[in-house]
């Protein structure tokens, strides 16, 4: 018997219900105090085709998914047919009864086929055969001899948690009727346990968007603006939900160029303002992040990226946008770029994002895809610590013009919104008090902010040193965020940026527990870097292997570029799936023979 | 930061000389900005003029108040979100016909459907100035000009009647040959509670050889002096925006008072403008977030 370790996926077409069980299912697990970490992949249509949803369990916290899945639960024949070879021996393959499946072909497999009355349960039992999703969950839960109070409760939070609620009523009752069943025609053949921790705390089931829109909240974000891409939506979606209780402007723009610019208004107000995007619209927006950088704007974007080009893959992940990111936007100017790898990480960095931002007075793009902003993980209540968030506030050099003494004595001897100072950073007053009339401008610009119509060299001499010293800065005081996990010294050094966090991560551990000494390296911070201090860090590596979900291994590009270093082999995945632990091994012991 | 009493033409001077060409009809435009900051009692802080780019789109740096000179085509999301975060500023957007017709003419679509209180003044000249002369959506048909030398094969946009459409609730057109009758209509725009066009027409004296000053002059009336015009009315509006001619009105073609603005719909600007209010929210209200993922 194999207790608290093992995958069990869903799958069936759109419109089945296969992301709610499963989510519904993956917060029941969390709830008895195991670790889960949960992945989905869907289509880009609304009904038919085909999704999954796949559920890793452990008593350890959980980083990524593997491929090797122990249960299967079946909402239609081709779930049965695409999955049934990512099943381990022994493995379960639970469905409806009345599906044509070929039992002796699993069993050929050293599967065990799992067929149940769940459509029969749902509509005798239950009087609505909307409820067989219930009962397929309440089945998988009976297999697993897992204690079906923990699905109870998630039934009531879905459908109501007073006692007597009709609907909710109805579905406990299909539950324990297919739990029952399932438990005395399969548990006993069945290896895979789950089993409540006793006393462990509650914990948090979140993804990647959720802790974004956690992080713009903790930091007082008051704008955002921005026009529905997956997978960027969901976060835009929950902002808006949340507008109301915490006093924020959430728009749906005409596009995205306008959500950008709403920011950027917003911003030139003395708001914290944000909008996110995946590649298509980023793309949009880049002639206003040149303006933003220009006018010495703060606004943070999210570019929660997917596979190009073009459309690409609108519904998978990838890694794509990187090089992209940091060079969007005509002419130079300073930006900064975070690729956060974790939620945790997503929720700290998406608020030190509106610091750098308004610190240095220019853009800042948040890097994510599709696999971190959607894939769930279980995660202590206390890893997101508000009040740190709430500490580390820092608005830079603002003054607001309702502040009347500040501003008074800030603006005794005159105000020039670009004084050139010996950081690069001038005073920010936004517009509405007396002492500080100003007007900006894309067009290169006096210290004033009036347009400099003579086009002089000096002045744009100035202005330029001006703009660019502010990476200095910016890189020495406030960027350099990167991390090892495993042996220090180890032979293979996995680099890797952005959502390879938690597959490289997990691919260490499975490496070095096969006798191999492998670390990660990982970057959340990509620009601006002190880059000799990254090349150092770079010097301690022996083999050093780049890990990216891109087909040109951009990141590793990026530090040839800046530190003339050359990773040694790269392991790049660009079919629109994440990376996974096994494939990242797969794929390592290739890489090598090649070095 | 009370309002002075008075307001002259010489605390609205900008240091910086406008590079227009002499006789440009956006003279007459930053002349009448001016006179309406001034009827209004307007002080230069509390106003911000957002413009594109183009000629006209220089003017916020010839007026003494606050200004963002933006990009071709953008002024009008951008005055949007600083609105949404200021709402007690006075937020003007000026550009050009290319700018909010052409370039970024879905941003105006939809500003119109929104309603916040901005004031937007479209310097229409029918011709692309800063450019040098290149024909634009409001150029009549058969212009000629260096992207079309056989003359424009396009009908022109209608900005009256598109306006009129899109549910904007204030539409006026002026002529800068006027710039007094143009200040009147800005300062009611201003005033007005919610979106305000003023599509003006403004002579291009170098490269509009077609529609000059005399052009105008010969055909301009005013709405106002047409017995029994009713601005209110939407259908008698519609029926003069597509007079177009001998005799072309200018004047208040619509207003609307009814429809609230944007800014009054959205519950976080019920207190105190954006900027002003605290930031981060309480940290136990954060705290209660969690309880939503458990
Ligand atoms: C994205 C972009 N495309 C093109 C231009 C070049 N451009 C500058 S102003 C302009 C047109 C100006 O015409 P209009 O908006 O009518 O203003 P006017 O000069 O007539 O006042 C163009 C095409 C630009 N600045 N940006
Ligand atoms: S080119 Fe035309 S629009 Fe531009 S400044 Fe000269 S006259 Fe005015
Ligand atoms: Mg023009």
């Known amino acids: 018997m194999v207790k608290n370790n093992c995958t069990i996926k869903l799958g069936g077409e759109a419109g089945q219900g296969v992301e709610s069980s499963g989510m519904g299912f993956a917060k029941a697990i969390a709830r008895a105090g195991l670790y889960i970490f949960g992945v989905q992949d869907y289509m880009s249509r609304i009904r038919g085709g085909h999704n999954w949803y796949q559920i890793r369990v452990h008593t350890r916290p959980l980083y990524a998914h593997e491929t090797s899945v122990h249960l299967l639960l079946a909402f239609d024949e081709r779930t049965v047919h695409d999955h049934s070879a990512e099943l381990v021996k022994g493995g379960g393959v639970l469905y409806d009864d009345g599906l044509k499946v070929d039992q002796s072909s699993l069993s050929a497999m050293d599967l065990i086929p799992m067929p149940m009355p769940l459509l029969k349960i749902a509509e005798e039992v239950g009087g609505n055969k909307l409820m067989m999703n219930t009962a397929a969950v309440a089945a998988a839960a009976g297999i697993c001899e897992f204690d079906l109070s923990y699905v109870e409760q998630v039934i009531r939070d879905n459908f109501g948690r007073r006692k007597g609620s009709e609907i909710a009523d109805r579905n406990i009752r299909v539950a324990n009727h297919a739990y029952e069943e399932a438990r005395k025609r399969y548990a006993h053949l069945f290896e895979w346990k789950l089993e409540p921790i006793p006393g462990a705390p509650r914990r948090m089931v979140i993804n990647g968007n959720q802790a974004l829109g956690l992080g713009t909240l903790a930091a007082g974000c008051k704008m955002v603006s921005g026009y529905p891409m997956t997978p960027a939506s969901t976060l835009l979606e929950f902002l808006a939900g949340q507008a109301r209780k915490f006093g924020l402007v959430v728009r749906q723009t005409e596009d995205e160029i306008s959500g950008i610019l709403h920011c950027i208004g917003a911003a030139h107000a003395g708001v914290r303002a944000m909008s996110c995007t995946s590649g298509g619209g980023f793309s949009l927006m880049v002639e206003s992040l040149s303006l933003a950088g220009s006018t010495e704007t703060p606004v943070v974007i999210v570019l929660a990226q997917r596979p190009g080009p073009a459309t690409g893959l609108p519904t998978r992940t990838g890694q794509e946008d990187l090089l992209f990111a940091l060079h969007a936007g005509h002419g130079e100017f300073p930006r900064a770029v975070l690729a956060p790898g974790t939620i945790e990480q997503c929720f700290y960095h998406m608020a030190r994002a509106f610091n750098i931002a308004e610190k240095y007075q220019m853009p800042v793009i948040v890097m994510t895809d599709n696999f971190l902003a959607n894939s769930i993980r279980s995660v202590e209540k206390e890893a997101f610590d508000f009040a740190a968030i709430a500490r580390s506030i820092d608005r830079g050099a603002l003054i607001l013009p309702h502040e009347e003494d500040k501003v008074t004595q800030a603006t005794a001897e005159g105000y020039r919104r670009y004084e050139l100072t010996e950081n690069g950073i001038s005073l920010r007053i936004p517009p509405g008090h007396p002492n500080a009339v100003y007007s900006v401008a894309g067009e290169e610009h006096t210290p004033e902010g009036f347009i400099d119509w003579e086009e002089t060299a000096h002045n744009r001499n100035l202005m330029m040193n001006k703009r660019m010293k502010k990476l200095t800065l910016c890189a020495e005081e406030d960027m350099g965020v990167y991390e090892f996990y495993g042996p220090e010294d180890a032979e293979t050094t996995l680099l890797c940026w952005g959502s390879s966090y938690g597959p490289v991560r997990e691919a260490v551990d499975v490496l070095n527990s096969n006798g191999m000494r492998v670390n990660m390296l990982h970057f959340v911070d990509i620009h601006p870097l002190h880059w000799d201090a990254v090349g150092e860090v770079l010097d301690r590596c022996h083999t050093v292997v780049a890990v990216e979900g891109n087909f040109s291994a951009q990141f590793s590009r990026w530090l040839t570029m800046n530190t003339g270093r050359r990773p040694d082999a790269k392991i790049t995945r660009f079919d629109g799936r994440p990376l996974n632990p096994d494939f990242i091994a797969a794929e390592l012991h290739k890489a090598l023979i090649r070095v | ?294």
């Open chain 2, 1 to 294: 930061m009370a309002a002075p009493v008075t307001l002259t033409m010489k605390d609205l001077q900008s240091p910086v000389e406008p590079t227009w060409c002499p006789g440009c009809g956006d003279f007459g435009i930053l002349n009448a900005v001016k006179r309406a900051m001034i009827q209004l009692k307007l002080p230069p802080h509390q106003v911000i003029y957002f413009s594109g780019i183009g000629c006209g789109s220089k003017l916020p740096d010839y007026v003494r108040a606050n200004g963002f000179n933006s990009l071709h085509g953008r002024p009008v999301p951008l005055a949007q979100g600083f609105r949404l975060a200021h709402h007690d500023m006075k937020v003007v957007v000026v550009d050009g016909d290319g700018d909010s017709y052409g370039i970024g003419g879905n941003h105006w679509l939809h500003i119109m459907r929104r309603n916040p209180d901005i004031t937007h003044i479209v310097q229409d000249n029918m011709v692309y100035g800063l450019t040098k002369g290149q024909y634009a959506p409001t150029s009549m048909k058969g212009y000629v000009s260096t992207t079309s030398p056989e003359g424009t094969i396009e009908y022109p946009v209608n900005p009256i009647a598109i306006a009129l459409a899109a549910g904007a609730t204030f539409v006026a057109r002026g002529f800068s040959g006027d710039p007094k009758h143009l200040a009147d209509l800005i300062a009611k725009g201003m005033e007005h509670k919610g979106y305000a066009l003023i599509d003006v027409f403004q002579p291009c004296v170098i490269f509009n050889r077609v529609n000059t000053y005399d052009w105008f002059r010969e055909r301009v009336y005013k709405l106002e002096d047409e017995p029994g015009y009713d601005p209110h009315d939407l259908n008698k509006a519609w029926e003069k925006a597509h007079e177009w001619g001998e005799r072309i009105p200018i004047g208040l073609f619509y207003v609307n008072e009814e429809t609230p603005t944007l800014e009054e719909q959205i519950p976080a600007l019920a207190q105190k403008p954006l900027y002003q209010q605290d930031i981060p929210p309480p940290v136990e209200m954060l705290e209660g977030l969690k309880e939503i993922f458990v």
